[in-house]
């Protein structure tokens, strides 16, 4: 019997009772990393796996995490383990530190077998866009439906039960998206709750380190090892960790929910709808009060265009350093010039070099007031406008996307507002650095959708909470695409 | 603002330091098309002009100034293990005309 | 037409803090290339800066000693620029809110005393540091983010003895407060001068031209007259000047082309979102200025305070550490009078005939200050303690040691000294005979029978006193 697709929690117990060992985790979750068929992974570390299973500290049995396989997202650092950001420029890199968060999981005893695939440097939202190539939803066994991005491999990871929990980032809704598609639990906590020190960077004022479990508590117990201040991260929080676990059954009567009008106006999908309406009815049963919300319109349209013009202009600055100089696919050159030149023309995809120039173009000196300093400042009136929703609701909750996953080979209208809106809007909780938390809400043609709840700066109690209260009336938890 | 032409692209795309073929800066010009109609939209929402530029999430004024002490640095052949051209414990590059 | 010169500097300052401004590696000079380098400083992916307080220490006190505004609020913004020497592919520097700003100091020049303003200081970070032989170029990170301070000038200099007077007087601040050893020839103090001419009495600018790469003060004062007459001959013959970079070269003492200018640079500044504002309290300001070491203008006025003279006082503020060891010094108790003669005087000669500096010699101030004690209270002599001196360099004794190794302390003893003088004078009555008579020099010879008894070691004022006494009593 495999442990995989069972939850944390169960795995845990299982090896406290001596049913498993450790290594005999790793080794299944090793055997199905290789088996997978979904290009959910950007190197399988197998010997350095191996290697630290023999290592663990006996001792250490009591934690959650001791001899459980997970799965890092590869923009993050990992010590002698290769780390690419599924881009070309970073191939053959391998760091010479690691993240915060990963040195975090290894105290826990917690086993990194695999680096996911992702989109190129995290800039993208249909898991497509990596050096490898697409990364496809384990929820479809004809391969034709993404699985959304850019954590795409993270969330097949999870999805298809290779490991019970895998580390992602979201600087727009890298996480909470692929949640959505692959009926997993995704979280991002508060803006510098979670040290970021070690996440290659992509737009440093909206990244947020997030991950996927399979229920809520999974999450609310990973969120108790990463969380708290790191001084290597200067923007990481000095607010006091709590036990997020703690509060996960409180009664949520009296809590308030706040609907936004203008994105469920936008969803055409009927199923999308009604699934989400029952849901509302699970949480007024349980004595929440919800009411329909109005945000202008325009401000949820100018969600999307803002979060392009600050995440590209950070992200040009960012990567700079990627040169080919001190690290990286260097490509020879006749001057140092041309050394740079080759080496990102190459090592760039075309879309990340478009970004870049967009990104560059509007922090120009003669374009800043109207293209990055204006995003800025609609940034400051859409967070004001999600902030006075705040002041009278405990969480904002909505479908997490318009939809099923998305074909692989599909286009959206870029102009419409449901592309605007409902397949956008979540970058809010990036803008105000919101905790932000998606989860399983149905299916349409055996493939899921989900919800996503959102609240107010270091509420994560709070906002686990009513998540488990929305988990427990679906019931939709511990979810596993079939193998095929 | 500047137009925004191929020539201008290509401008910006050579001072980041890579090159782009004649697709993709066709490609591109269609995107800020729409991005910059979309930017304009912007500007026509109330109370944009006088909103005050938002850099960080939330207010996150803190007071932590990292201790002047020095830690152990990088050995050396271990900082320099991801460099490809390596002489002397220096990275070299084709000489640098200033 | 009367020409005259609008001057302008940038000067850089490399602080000789533990780290870096932004990381924790160690900050070190002249070590291997490459072995004082941390992951922030060659900006390997997910890295992040983290501010260092002693730099923002040091930056506060500098603009306090330029009279400058200090903004509380600490941010930090982004220069994105590509450079082979550059890490990150933009340096972190505050383009917004310098720390320092609006500030001036006082320089003293052959015409007098004139104000110079200060537009702004401001905290950045170094590059790396290029390596450059005749086909390739290495980098050495060791440099890669040492902390920098830069302090802008305002155009009100108009000569080149300004402008050198000016840096001279920033290296000093820079130095006595600690922040850096201001060496202009190893570039821990790097000076950029825009120089542009205008006809006497108009408001116009006329087109700037940058110097780079100097030197020495000298080489300041020299390139700015140079490049003063070559643009007032261009302009005097209905020239244009050309917006360009010029290098001052050694040799021919002219300012060289280095490259034209073209547009401006466009460094697409934006604020840094790695680093969070920080609020610096009232308190941690005041107590950086509070606990600021010493300026060469304050110690100038406590010395003359002491009685030392302008020229003597100037001397010893001429540089910082030999300020240092004269105070250290003054903590002997000795006469400071003394010790200021013997620090210009034997200790400095000694230094210059060694050709080191005053941090590698050997005598320690405060042993010094109690030899110079020794001297005041009459226990050895002006001339044995210059032996002292000199067996103190040699030996590393301390003074008193010496004193009894080399037998030389003077017997100041009243006792022992009543005791040889009345057997000198007993056994020469006829010297006291002829004192009574009148004969002053009949004392002279007592004098000497005693120091031959002691063998040179009695205190002559003392005798002198005792056997004056003694002759009275007979």
């Not at chain 3, 003394?338 to 005053?358: F, P, R, T």
């Not at chain 3, 030899?371 to 040699?394: H, T």
């Not at chain 3, 008894?453 to 007979?474: H, V």
């Amino acid at each position: 019997m495999g442990y995989m697709d069972k939850s944390l929690t169960y795995i845990h117990e299982a090896i406290l009772k001596g049913e498993v060992t450790p290594l005999e985790l790793v080794k299944e979750a090793l055997l199905l990393a290789k088996e997978d068929t979904n290009n959910a992974f950007e190197y399988i570390c197998e010997k350095e796996a191996l290697d630290a299973v023999i290592k663990l500290d006996a001792s250490k049995k009591n934690n959650l995490l001791y001899g459980i396989p997970v799965v890092i997202k590869d923009n993050f650092s990992t010590k002698d383990i290769p780390t690419t950001g599924s881009s070309n420029i970073l191939n053959g890199y391998v760091p010479v530190f690691s993240s915060e968060v990963v040195t975090r999981l290894e105290k826990e005893g917690a086993i990194i077998i695999a680096k996911s695939t992702m989109d190129e440097l995290a800039m993208g939202g249909s898991g497509t866009t990596g050096h490898l190539g697409v990364t496809y939803n384990p929820w479809d066994k004809d391969k034709k439906h993404q699985v959304g991005g850019s954590s795409c491999g993270s969330a097949a990871a999870v999805s298809a039960g290779i490991v019970p929990f895998a580390l992602g980032s979201d600087t727009g809704d890298s996480v909470r998206k692929p949640a959505s598609f692959a009926a997993l639990v995704g979280l991002k906590p508060t803006w510098g709750r979670i040290s970021r020190f070690g996440l290659f960077p992509f737009a440093t004022s909206l990244d947020h380190v997030a991950y996927f479990t399979r229920n809520v508590y999974d999450s609310a117990y990973i969120l108790n090892i990463l969380a708290g201040r790191d001084d290597k991260d200067a923007s990481s929080s000095f607010n006091k960790v709590e036990d997020y676990t703690a509060n996960l059954s409180n009664s949520i009567k009296g809590k308030k929910i706040a609907v936004i009008k203008g994105i469920i106006d936008s969803i055409s999908d009927k199923e999308v709808v009604k699934s989400f309406n029952v849901s509302l009815s699970y949480l007024k049963a349980q004595g929440a009060e919800v009411d329909v919300v109005d945000i202008d319109v325009k401000l949820l349209k100018a969600i999307y265009p803002t979060y392009i013009i600050i995440s590209c202009a950070e992200a040009t600055s960012n990567n700079a350093n990627l040169d080919g100089i001190k690290f990286g696919n260097r490509i020879e050159g006749e001057s140092f010039e041309e050394v740079m030149v080759k080496t990102r023309t190459n090592g760039f995809s075309p879309l990340i070099k478009r970004r870049f120039v967009i990104g560059s173009f509007s922090l120009l000196k003669e374009n800043q007031d109207e293209l990055f300093v204006r995003a800025q400042k609609c940034r400051r009136l859409i967070v004001n406008a999600f902030n006075r929703v705040f002041e009278k609701y405990d969480a904002i909750y909505c479908p997490a996307a318009p939809s099923i996953a998305p074909l692989v080979k599909g286009s959206s209208n870029n102009l419409s507002d449901e592309y605007l809106i409902a397949d956008n809007y979540m970058a809010f909780a990036n803008m105000g650095g919101y905790p932000s938390i998606t989860l399983p809400l149905g299916f349409e043609n055996n493939m899921p959708f989900g919800g996503n709840l959102t609240a107010k700066p270091f509420q994560e109690s709070l906002l686990l909470n009513i998540a488990q209260a929305i988990e427990n009336g679906t019931g939709l938890k511990d979810l596993v695409a079939k193998r095929n | 603002m500047k137009e925004v032409n191929k020539e201008v692209l290509v401008t910006s795309a050579n001072k980041l330091m890579f090159d782009m073929s004649d697709e993709e800066y066709n490609n591109l010009l269609a995107e800020f098309d729409v991005i910059i109609s979309q930017m304009n939209l912007i500007g026509d929402i109330e109370g944009v002009d006088e909103a005050i530029p938002m850099t960080f999430p939330f207010d996150v004024t803190n007071t932590y100034l990292r201790e002047d002490v020095a830690t152990p640095p990088m050995d050396r052949n271990e900082a320099l293990r991801n460099a490809k051209d390596v002489v002397d414990g220096q990275i070299r590059l084709p000489r640098v005309v200033k | 037409m009367e020409l005259e010169a609008i001057i302008g500097l940038e000067i850089h300052v490399e602080m000789k803090t533990k780290s870096k401004m932004f990381s924790s590696g160690p900050v070190s000079f002249g070590d291997d290339p490459n072995t004082n380098v941390n992951i922030v400083d060659m900006a390997f992916p997910g890295t992040l800066p983290t501010v260092n307080k002693q730099a923002v220490i040091n930056a506060i006190r500098v603009s306090h000693a330029l009279n400058m505004k200090i903004c509380d609020l600490v941010t930090f913004e982004r220069k994105n620029y590509f450079y082979s020497d550059l890490p990150k592919g933009y340096q972190i520097t505050q383009q917004f809110h310098p720390i320092g700003s609006d500030g001036y100091l006082t320089i003293k020049t052959s015409s007098g005393e004139k104000k110079i303003g200060i537009e702004r200081l401001h905290m950045e970070e170094d590059t790396c540091k290029q390596l450059h032989s005749w086909d390739f170029s290495l980098l050495d990170y060791n440099r890669a983010g040492i902390p920098l301070i830069e302090i802008v000038s305002r155009p009100e200099m108009r000569s080149g003895e300004e402008a050198a007077k000016y840096v001279e007087k920033i290296r000093s601040i820079v130095t006595f407060l600690d922040v850096s050893d201001g060496k202009m020839e190893e570039g821990s103090l790097r000076c950029d001068v825009n120089i542009s001419l205008r006809e006497k009495g108009s408001n116009k600018f006329g087109t700037k031209v940058e110097i780079k790469n100097l030197n020495s003060l000298a080489n300041i004062q020299k390139a700015i007259d140079f490049e003063i007459s070559r643009q007032s001959i261009i302009l005097e013959f209905g020239g244009q000047i050309e917006q360009e970079t010029r290098r001052f070269d050694e040799g021919s003492k002219e300012t060289v082309l280095m490259r034209v200018k073209n547009d401006a640079v466009d460094y697409k500044y934006f604020t840094d979102p790695n680093i969070a504002p920080i609020q610096l309290s009232k308190e941690f300001i005041l107590d950086a200025i509070r606990t600021s070491p010493e300026l060469a203008e304050s110690k100038l006025l406590r010395y003359r305070e002491l009685d030392l003279n302008e020229y003597d006082s100037s001397l010893l503020i001429s540089d910082k550490d030999v300020s240092v060891y004269f105070d250290e010094g003054l903590k002997s108790g000795c006469s400071a009078k003394l010790l200021a003669n013997w620090v210009i005087g034997d200790v400095q000669s000694y230094l210059n005939k060694e050709g080191i500096s005053i941090k590698e010699f050997p005598v320690c101030s405060l042993e010094l200050g109690k030899l110079i004690s020794l001297v005041e209270k009459g226990d050895v002599s002006n001339k044995q303690a210059r032996d002292v001196f000199a067996e103190m360099i040699k030996t590393h004794k301390d003074a008193s040691t010496l004193i009894k190794e080399m037998g030389l302390s003077q017997v100041s003893d009243e006792n022992a000294l009543i005791g040889i003088i009345k057997e000198v004078i007993d056994v020469n009555p006829q010297s006291v005979v002829d004192y009574k008579a009148g004969k002053d020099r009949a004392i002279g010879f007592i004098v000497g029978q005693v120091m031959k008894k002691t063998q040179g070691k009695a205190n002559p004022a003392l005798a002198n006193k005792l056997i004056l006494e003694e002759i009275s009593r007979r």
